[in-house]
């Protein structure tokens, strides 16, 4: 009984000691500065690791570059089939385990510029000087 015991605890110690997933982050324009939950990470391209991905993990995107309007999205864990499998096989609720997707594309779109006054001025009622 103890044996089952323990090569229980060990197949748990292992398989969670397993829940790292990592993903590269790649945007364009590329060079974008990133920032995940708040935290700067750096110039895309990146590889992001998070040592530990539950099915509700959720990460906060920004993405910020010159000329481009900032860019906020998520990252949403997805279900791990390994862990799945093994959740099924053992009984234990591995199921719990997600992983993030090997990669995450953005497409930054262009900045929004300011229209001159002088357009504006077109559309007013001619003016005649004598």
């Known amino acids: 009984m103890a044996r089952t015991v323990i090569a229980v605890l060990i ?3 292992l398989a969670f000691a397993g829940c790292a ?4 982050i790649q945007s364009e324009p590329s060079g ?8 700067p990470v750096g110039g895309t391209p990146v590889t992001f690791t998070d040592p530990t991905v539950w099915l509700w993990t959720q990460h906060q995107v920004t993405l910020e570059a010159s ?4 860019l906020h999205s998520s990252m949403n864990a997805q279900p791990a089939v390994l862990y799945i499998v093994l959740g099924f ?3 234990l609720p591995f199921f719990l385990v997600g992983e993030l997707k090997p990669t995450y594309y953005y497409v930054l779109g262009k900045a929004q510029t300011a229209r001159l006054v002088g357009q504006a001025l077109e559309e007013a009622a001619p003016v005649q000087f004598r």
């Open 11 to 13: 197949a748990v110690s």
């Open 21 to 24: 997933s990592s993903t590269v």
């Open 32 to 39: 974008a500065q990133l920032r995940i939950d708040g935290q």
């Open 67 to 70: 000329g481009y309007q900032t």
């Open 89 to 91: 096989l053992c009984l």
